[in-house]
């Protein structure tokens, strides 16, 4: 007997009575694409890993080449910071490694700032790090410059513009070739580098006064005392053993006025007076 598969096979798929009949599972399925190796496609791939291995070893050379070693170094602008204090500094960290692997002995990864950090003195202002390749560092050190003198115990240390005590500096003897001013306190027993043995506004009436000295008293006064400010005087010593009272609150040009009419008063009627006075009183 003779059967038709192929008509067995669609009348499968065939509703009676429907004009719309099944299609057959995946019928309007597209076949899958796989994928063309192009040479295109294989060249792209290439460069990209000729741009990687380049990348590496100039990553290599940069890191870990001698090349870039810090074999000098240029310190420049110190005046009382010592250049082997500086340079053994940045021996030391050089030893660091950053990330437990580069070096800092290399130029590309020395830390600028953690020098900066380190060289915590009093004197420095300012801290400039350069970096020439392929192997020197050069650091600008820019110093505070001292504008008085501050005298405790026999010892005389540098003032910054604040009152701050920079360093510990010249001895007796050598302060008759030093024109900066010289202050003292006799209540403060004890100095310590880098604190504030004077008050801002007490330091600037000093300064004040000694810029605006008449011409009559230019260079008269060698020593200023603010062991009694709080208490409302300043005193001036003088170079001929007299001294000068001068008030923290008071007008300073009114005082400077009243000195001024005082010496020249002095003078043309007992040209002998600096021996026979102590002091004057130029606060009332």
Known sequence: MNVDIRGMAISRWTIRGSSRAKQPPFANMAAPRWPRHSPKNSYHRFRKILALIVIFIVGYIVLFS?????KNILIQGNKSIKEQTV???????????RWAIFSEENIFIFKANSLRAKLNDQRLEGLEIKKRLPGTLIILITEK??????????RFYELDQTGAVIAETVKRSELANNNLLLINSSIILETKIGER???GNIFKIIQEINARLPESAKGIFKLYDIGES?????????????????SPVADVPVQLNKLAAFISEKDLSNKNWRQTIKYIDLRF
């Open 66 to 70: 001698p090349v870039f070693v810090i």
């Open 87 to 97: 340079a053994a500094m940045v021996r030391e960290q050089e030893k660091h490694k």
């Open 145 to 154: 410059n001292p504008v008085a003198l501050w005298q405790n115990q026999n």
């Open 197 to 199: 043995v004077i008050e």
């Open 230 to 246: 709080s208490q409302g005087k300043i005193i001036a010593q003088s170079t001929d053993g007299w001294a000068a009272y001068f």
